[in-house]
């Protein structure tokens, strides 16, 4: 009876030891550009969104805007995954009408425009992928500079009489682009 009880202690102590192992978990730590989203409207309590996007957001940490997103070369615009665009509803960049759905947005940075660029890819890391042949639409916009200094890439919506203007900034850099619906 004795010899049971060893055993039966043993082997449920064994079990208990193993299942622990088991469920630890090894989480990563913080990322260094980690993720964010925004969308319009903005406020969580309205759940009839028009446009949302998911990005990384870079911090310049010192180094040069031109060095982490170079001018005349396609930019993931933000970090790690190029951003995700979704529609809502049918949005113009442009002349070019978009259906809702879910897209890539890249931009090519330069000193006093940026091109703005709609693509089908998805799930791309960074633009090392990029194909122009599935570009959906491009917009140049304007370059204009802030009175303050961003340290961390960030990207809001704004409403606008025809639509939503998405504005991008970092350091001193602001670049709005307008979606029409």
Do not use: C
């Not at 940490?61 to 005349?72: D, M, Q, T, V, W």
């Not at 809502?88 to 009408?97: E, P, R």
């Amino acid at each position: 009876m004795k010899t049971k009880s060893i055993i039966t202690t043993t082997a449920t102590a064994f079990i208990m030891l193993i299942s622990l192992n088991m469920n630890a978990q090894d989480f990563a730590k913080m990322d260094k550009s980690p993720m964010d989203g925004a969308s319009f409207p903005s406020n969580y309590k309205e759940s009839n969104k028009l446009i949302k996007v998911i990005y990384g957001r870079p911090q310049l940490n010192g180094r040069s805007i031109e060095k982490l997103a170079p001018n005349g070369d396609v930019w993931r615009t933000g970090a790690n995954e190029a951003v995700e665009l979704t529609l809502y509803t049918t949005m113009a960049l442009g002349d070019t009408k978009i259906k809702p759905g879910t897209y890539t947005f890249y931009v090519i940075p330069g000193e006093k425009e940026w091109t703005a660029i709609i693509s089908t890819d998805l799930n791309v890391w960074g633009s090392y992928f990029y194909k122009q042949e599935n570009d959906v639409a491009r917009l140049t916009v304007p370059v204009t500079e802030g009175k303050e200094s961003l340290e961390a890439f960030s990207i809001a919506f704004e409403e606008s009489k025809d639509g939503v203007h998405m504005h991008m900034g970092w350091g001193t850099i602001r670049v709005a682009v307008p979606f029409v619906k």
